[in-house]
């Protein structure tokens, strides 16, 4: 097995941005539980996101989310996430809140509808310019709850045709990023329920068209890891949205109902290539924190992607092409569950410690006053929510 010190490279090489809305209120379609100190504004959630970076190093960009982080001045935001040292990172194109996409969005028969969708995803693509951003991701809520409710296949032409305008209207550094999920808010048919279908459409649109793997989104059983080698294998895998999945989308923290999966899906990253020097995929984690504490849940979660991302960086590669070129089932095995079981939290206590960074970043986090101080000085205006 390698050494810890041999793997510190490619761990250095691990990004992972945080997603705004994991700072405001949020719950179930029952109760959204208020907490004290939640941001006000994307400033406010900006801040927040810094907070995690400072404590882990992992995490240098924030996601957001329009028009639930819609501002004035998208360049004052860019400055001010500069200056708190992360950046903007991916944003989110949001078409399941508005009335008029009841029956769906881009896939819509409505013409003026889709006109509609389409011109809020190029907006997107402004606010981009502006904050400097390279993804703009897209998840849909299109789908049908009834067979017959419409055709299906029409709806995959209007989407290819949506998502060809969308596209025309990024840069030349700039992708997009298409995201399936197999169920919700439909229930018989989505329109883009899988990661095939998503390839299908990125292929058609160019190079600059990658998918989304978000890990809430796959039937029970599905075998996550070979989705990711597959993706990667074909150049396509654009980026993760990370959460857990004990049941279906959750979006509590990741690894958090599964470590070993997590372990698995990114050994295949490092296997294929994903976490190589200039790699493109961006880890994200799409989460909402209902009844813990919003920063350190955050901390948690990244420090379990690069938890499992040691351990992944840790398999003896060679003994293990080795053991699978000799048939030998159980010395493969063994390899694997070998990597799997290091317990690598000193070692990376160690690596944050020579890096200026809390050993325990959570602990630090608890000490450093930040959780009283946005509990005195948030007070007034509106609190950010699922929604705003
Ligand atoms: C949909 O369930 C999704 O995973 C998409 O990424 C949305 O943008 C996000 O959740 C909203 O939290
Ligand atoms: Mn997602």
């Known amino acids: 097995m390698p050494t810890f010190a041999e793997i510190e490279g490619a761990l250095e090489r691990l990004a992972i941005e945080v997603p705004s809305w994991a700072y405001g209120n949020s719950g179930t379609r029952f109760k959204v539980f208020a907490q004290p100190g939640v941001p006000r504004d994307p400033f406010e959630k900006v801040a927040d996101a810094a907070e995690v970076n400072r404590h882990t190093g992992l995490a240098q960009s924030i996601a957001l989310h329009i028009p639930w982080d819609e501002v004035d001045d998208f360049e004052r935001l860019r400055k001010f996430a500069e200056g708190l040292g992360v950046r903007i990172g991916t944003i989110n194109t949001n078409t399941f809140q508005d009335d008029d996409y009841k029956l769906g969005s881009l896939c819509h028969h409505d013409q003026?509808?889709?006109a509609k969708a389409i011109a809020h995803m190029r907006r997107c693509v402004d606010i981009m310019d502006a904050t400097g951003s390279r993804d703009l991701k897209i998840w849909l809520p299109d789908g049908t709850n009834y067979p017959g409710q419409a055709d299906l296949r029409d709806r995959q032409e209007r989407l290819a045709d949506s998502l060809a305008q969308v596209?025309?209207?990024l840069g030349p550094h700039q992708r997009l990023v298409l995201e399936y999920k197999f169920f919700e808010p439909a229930f018989y048919a989505t329109d883009v329920p899988d990661w095939g279908t998503a390839y299908v459409h990125c292929a058609a649109l160019g190079d600059r068209a990658v998918v989304c793997l978000d890990t809430g989104h796959h039937a029970p059983g599905t075998n996550i890891e070979f989705i990711v080698t597959q993706l990667l294998r074909l150049g396509r895998l654009g980026a993760f949205d990370f959460n857990s999945r004990f049941y279906a989308d959750d979006d509590l923290m990741v690894g958090?109902?599964?470590p070993f999966q997590l372990f698995r899906i990114m050994y295949e990253v490092v296997r294929g290539g994903g976490l190589d020097e200039g790699s493109q995929i961006c880890f994200m984690l799409d989460q909402c924190h209902n009844i813990e504490e919003k920063i350190p849940a955050q901390i948690r979660s990244v420090l379990n992607v690069q938890e499992m991302t040691a351990r992944a960086l840790l398999v003896d590669r060679s003994a293990l092409a080795a053991a699978e070129l000799e048939g030998?089932?159980?010395?493969a095995s063994a390899v694997m569950m070998d990597a799997f079981y290091t317990d690598v939290r000193s070692d990376l206590a160690e690596w944050r410690s020579s890096r200026g960074l809390p050993s325990d970043p959570v602990a630090?986090?608890?000490?450093?006053?930040?959780?009283?101080?946005?509990?005195?000085e948030r007070v007034g205006g509106t609190q950010a929510g699922w929604g705003a």
């Not at 030998?328 to 010395?331: A, F, I, N, P, Q």
């Not at 630090?364 to 005195?376: L, N, P, Q, W």
């Open 167 to 169: 596209y025309a209207r």
């Open 364 to 376: 630090a986090y608890r000490c450093s006053g930040y959780a009283d101080r946005i509990v005195v």
């Open 328 to 331: 030998d089932v159980l010395g």
């Open 256 to 258: 958090a109902a599964d």
């Open 112 to 114: 003026g509808v889709r």
